[in-house]
Each structure stands twice: as structure tokens, then as C-alpha cells.
């Protein structure tokens, strides 16, 4: 009777360390992806209360932990998104464009994307490519679409 018990508490033992570890694994990709979006939240109201140099430091970060979360699930159109996002944050339009279209590969009507690659092709001064963007956000009944279409009339701006 003890020989059972024992080993019934040893299976279980086994059995639930076998599930932290895979569990522990499979989400450190989501804890760095969760922490880049924290950051990047945080930097968009610094930008808001003009405190540029304080939101580049967050998108920085933020990228990095983007690209971290890449490497171990590389076609994450969500994960594409907030990279070309803080790239082109940081100034580097053509990769943050990289980005973009490399989650359109994945997800082609992924709201975000089309938003925020709309808005790179305003600040890049290609209108008619923005508008595509703006087509492809026309049925998506989304705040996205007002979003893009304001900056594309020059209604608001977009600090890149």
C-alpha cells in the first residue's frame, strides 16, 4: 500500500513539473510581446506630454523585446505590427515598412498594420499607397479608419 502511494506522488510530482516547464517556455515569447506593449502605451503618452527623448526610450526597449519575441514565433502578424510600429517611432521608415508588409504576408487585413502602414506612406509623402490602406480599412467598422483617414486629409498628424 505505501509502495502505491509513494508512487502515486511521484507521478504527480513528475507530471506537474513537466507542465511548469512547458508552460514557463511557451509564454516567455508572450511576456516579452506583453512588455513591449506596455511600453509602447507608456511612450505614446509620453509623446503626448512632449517628453520625446523619455518615449524613444521606451520604443527602443520595446523593440527589442519585439525582436526577442520574433525569434521564437516568427510569423506573429500582431508581433509584426508593434515592430514596424517602434521602428518607424525610431525613424527608420523603410524597415518599419519591412515589417509591415512581412505581417500583410501573414494577415492581409490586419487592422493595425493597415492603419499604421498607411500612416508611414503619409509621412513618406506616398498618399495614393495610404489610400489603398484606407480601402482596405473601409468595411472594417473601426476607429482605425477615421484615424487613417484624418491623417491622410491632414486633419490630424502623425509624428511619423
Excluded: W
Excluded at 48 to 71: G, T
Excluded at 86 to 94: A, E, V, W
Amino acid at each position: 500500500m505505501n509502495k502505491i502511494i509513494l508512487t502515486l506522488i511521484v507521478t504527480l510530482f513528475l507530471t506537474s513539473n513537466t507542465y511548469a516547464a512547458g508552460s514557463s517556455s511557451s509564454s516567455s515569447s508572450s511576456s516579452n510581446y506583453d512588455k513591449a506593449v506596455k511600453l509602447i502605451k507608456s511612450a505614446k503618452k509620453y509623446e503626448q506630454k512632449d517628453k520625446a527623448d523619455k518615449a524613444k526610450k521606451n520604443y527602443e526597449k520595446a523593440q527589442k523585446l519585439l525582436i526577442k519575441s520574433m525569434d521564437k514565433n516568427p510569423n506573429n502578424a500582431d508581433t509584426l505590427n508593434y515592430l514596424g510600429f517602434t521602428t518607424r517611432k525610431l525613424g527608420d521608415f523603410s524597415n518599419g515598412e519591412k515589417y509591415y508588409l512581412q505581417g500583410l504576408a501573414i494577415e492581409p487585413k490586419h487592422i493595425g498594420i493597415n492603419e499604421y502602414l498607411g500612416e508611414l506612406y503619409v509621412a513618406t509623402n506616398r498618399i495614393d499607397l495610404a489610400k489603398e490602406r484606407l480601402e482596405v480599412l473601409k468595411d472594417c467598422n473601426c476607429k482605425e479608419f477615421n484615424e487613417l483617414k484624418d491623417v491622410i486629409e491632414g486633419n490630424k498628424t502623425s509624428k511619423y
